[in-house]
């Protein structure tokens, strides 16, 4: 099997990324789910167990971590579907039906079990909504999301995605296209930065009924759709390697985290992180010899991340209900990342994929399956989360 070769310095250096019939995957960027994913689990356990006033975290931009995964999102998918000349919106509808809905509709039925079993009010439009993804797009009662508030954003990222596909479709030409995507990305980022103080919001609607959460997916998708055609448009420099732009990836993974942990919340001062994020993913598409090694180490907790992100609320939900760790703050996040990764590797390995390829090659035309698209091993959560899309795939040019 080849390897792939980097060229830096004078020297060949070696790599063995993940490789398939089509070509090689972005290990960087799965790399970012498989570091976000967790951190997640980390953030909402410690602010679901510890009061306001002990817990810094109430201060720090980890929710921006949702962000991060719209934004993969809208990079994959470009990749994987939007760019495509042989692109079909009813094909994709199906399997973005067939990447959510299994492991959405499992967790909602768990979920909503042991807020029964709690006696946690439970609400019947709520589990309509949620059946069918649109449990916040600005309709119904905000407490409607709450049977497992992660999934607002695959409601989110559903109705957005759909959005993103019709405009595709009614907007062939990709240049003007991009102009509309960038036009829709601006309106987002300006009625945020207009009407709301932080982007850690995505429940409430402003101006009547524009749901914060669609605005912030709305901005974030569109951006990581420019920032993928951006990369391709220049991807011979995205190819090169040197200790410069081996420094400016590991700068941009610093900054990542930094704006993730210092606990500063000014009014809109989140939203100047996006683009930096941007960045980023255009940087960890591909991250050069030096860092792959690295990423190639989070390969299981990308795959698994998806469940993970859907997995965790149900686990810290439990461990709230039933405390055998008596309060204890560090022995109750040692079980909730245990419990959570454990049920998220049989949630992926008995649930996600498996539907998602059952479904796929009974409901989805043979043709694009045979097709040279991509290939339909599920790899995400899509961040953004990770929330996410189909195992995603790129091969270097030939030099």
Same mark, same amino acid.
Request: charge should be neutral.
């Given at each position: 099997m080849d390897r792939t070769r980097y060229l830096s310095g004078g020297a060949l250096h070696t790599q063995p990324p993940r490789e398939t019939s089509l070509g090689l995957r972005f290990e960087g960027l799965d790399a970012l789910r498989g570091i976000g994913a967790?951190?997640?689990?980390?953030?909402?356990?410690?602010?679901?167990?510890?009061?306001?006033?002990?817990?810094?975290?109430?201060?720090?931009?980890?929710?921006?971590?949702? =962000?991060? $995964?719209?934004?993969?999102?809208?990079?994959?998918? !470009?990749? !994987?579907?939007? =760019?495509?000349?042989?692109? *079909? $919106?009813?094909?994709?509808?199906?399997?973005r039906v067939f990447r959510l809905w299994p492991v959405h509709m499992v967790m909602l039925a768990a979920m909503a079990l042991? +807020?029964?079993?709690?006696?946690?009010?439970?609400?019947?439009?709520?589990?309509? /909504?949620? !059946?069918?993804?649109?449990?916040?797009?600005?309709?119904?009662?905000?407490?409607?999301?709450?049977?497992?508030?992660?999934?607002?954003?695959?409601?989110?990222?559903?109705?957005? *995605?759909?959005?993103? %596909?019709?405009?595709?479709? %009614?907007?062939?030409?990709?240049?003007?296209?991009?102009?509309?995507? %960038?036009? +829709?990305?601006?309106?987002?980022?300006?009625?945020?930065?207009?009407?709301?103080? =932080? #982007?850690?919001?995505?429940?409430?609607?402003?101006?009547?009924? /524009?749901?914060?959460?669609? #605005?912030?997916?709305?901005?974030?998708?569109? +951006?990581?759709?420019? &920032?993928?055609?951006? $990369?391709? &448009?220049?991807?011979?420099?995205?190819?090169r390697t040197s200790p410069l732009r081996t420094m400016i990836v590991g700068a941009l993974l610093a900054a990542f985290f930094v704006s993730l942990f210092v606990p500063v919340r000014s009014v809109n001062t989140d939203l100047l992180f996006l683009p930096m994020y941007a960045l980023l993913i255009l940087a960890m598409a591909n991250p050069g010899p030096f860092w792959m090694p690295i990423m190639v180490r989070f390969r299981f907790l990308a795959g698994i991340s998806f469940s993970l992100y859907m997995v965790h609320m149900l686990v810290i939900k439990f461990i709230m209900e039933v405390p055998l760790w008596a309060g204890n703050y560090y022995a109750g996040l040692l079980v909730a990342f245990a419990l959570s990764i454990a049920l998220a590797t049989v949630l992926h390995f008995k649930i996600e994929r498996p539907c998602y390829e059952w479904m796929t090659e009974r409901w989805s035309a043979k043709t694009l399956r045979k097709g040279p698209s991509v290939a339909v091993t599920p790899a995400t959560p899509e961040p953004a989360a990770y929330s996410d899309s189909d195992t995603v795939i790129w091969k270097p040019a030939s030099r």
């Open positions: 967790p951190l997640v689990v980390y953030g909402h356990y410690t602010l679901m167990t510890r009061p306001y006033e002990e817990s810094y975290l109430w201060h720090t931009s980890l929710y921006l971590l949702v =962000d991060v $995964f719209f934004l993969l999102s809208g990079f994959v998918l !470009a990749h !994987a579907f939007y =760019d495509r000349p042989n692109f *079909n $919106f009813w094909e994709f509808t199906k399997k042991l +807020m029964i079993l709690a006696g946690d009010p439970l609400y019947k439009r709520g589990l309509v /909504l949620n !059946a069918f993804m649109i449990h916040n797009v600005g309709i119904g009662h905000s407490l409607m999301v709450m049977i497992n508030f992660p999934s607002w954003s695959l409601s989110v990222e559903f109705v957005t *995605n759909l959005v993103v %596909a019709a405009l595709v479709l %009614a907007i062939p030409n990709k240049r003007l296209n991009s102009l509309v995507l %960038a036009g +829709m990305c601006i309106a987002s980022a300006t009625i945020l930065f207009f009407t709301v103080d =932080d #982007l850690d919001t995505f429940v409430e609607n402003v101006h009547g009924g /524009l749901n914060t959460g669609l #605005l912030r997916g709305t901005l974030t998708l569109t +951006m990581g759709i420019l &920032a993928y055609r951006f $990369f391709i &448009a220049h991807r011979s420099w995205f190819e």
